[in-house]
């Protein structure tokens, strides 16, 4: 009796084995290619894309990509990536160490790149952080609306760096044009350069401040200003060349 029972179960095993297989076959027809198992849930390739929605990328060191991207997830790139664009929406951007793109964007979320970064066009966000690490260069501009920005020694921005509710911190950084925010300070340190100007810009409503307490510029002896130092409301200057005085132009109506 037992081993007329014996040739049924295992044919049933059988079956239902084959099946949960060529239903893992069905499902990945057509479907993006992965590198390892452990990365299913995260990395996400497509030719040369890296791209998602509702999932985080991961993208390993060294790989070159036309696109990464995802939204409502984390943008990961690994050391030494090449691509032509990296982005989020409503997710950070963590980028490695030595990587080159043409352009780096994040819209709610920040953006963290490594050293020696080469970005061809501009980085850009809204709602988030910028920071950039040492020995960066960018050919156009870096700019966020809420967030502060902040770019270490070393680092060359061709365009204009520029925030409206965030301060500028640069570390040994050269800007071609001019450095600007709206409701925030200016750092300057350690041999940076500005060959713009310096703006804060702001305004008053009926006759009441929009900020709680004035902003600051503070410029270190090593740094300096080709350009003028344009401010449109009430500012604390801190500057180790008296000097620099001479290039404040005072754009607002003292009470």
């Not at 990509?65 to 790139?77: K, Q, W, Y």
């Not at 300070?185 to 305004?203: P, Q, W």
Request: hydrophobic content about 30%; proline content about 1%.
């Amino acid at each position: 009796m037992i081993r007329q029972t014996k040739k049924p179960v295992f044919g049933f095993i059988a079956a239902v084995a084959s099946s949960f297989l060529l239903a893992g076959c069905i499902i990945h027809v057509g479907a993006s290619d992965y590198e390892h198992a452990s990365d299913y849930q995260h990395r996400y390739k497509s030719g040369n894309d890296y791209t998602s929605a509702n999932k985080s990328v991961s993208v390993p060191d060294g790989a070159e990509a036309d696109e990464i991207s995802s939204t409502n997830g984390r943008v990961r790139v690994g050391d030494g990536v090449s691509a032509s664009e990296i982005s989020s929406n409503n997710g950070t951007v963590d980028i490695g160490d030595d990587v080159t793109a043409n352009e780096i964007s994040s819209v709610n979320g920040k953006i963290s790149i490594g050293e020696n970064a080469t970005v061809n066009q501009s980085i850009e966000g809204v709602n988030g952080k910028i920071s950039i690490g040492q020995n960066a260069k960018v050919g156009k501009d870096v700019e966020t609306v809420n967030g502060k920005i902040q770019i270490d020694e070393g680092s060359e921005i061709k365009g204009k760096v520029e925030t409206v509710n965030g301060s500028v911190d640069l570390t040994g950084t050269t800007v071609g044009k001019n450095v600007e925010t709206v409701n925030g300070s200016v750092y300057l340190r350690d041999n940076s350069h500005v060959k713009g100007d310096i703006i804060l810009s702001g305004r008053k409503k009926q006759g009441q401040d929009w900020y709680n307490k004035p902003a600051k510029i503070v410029i270190d002896g090593s740094s300096k200003v080709d350009g003028n130092i344009v401010v449109y409301r009430e500012v604390n200057f801190e500057f180790a060349d008296a000097s620099l005085m001479e290039k404040v132009e005072r754009r607002y109506e003292s009470e």
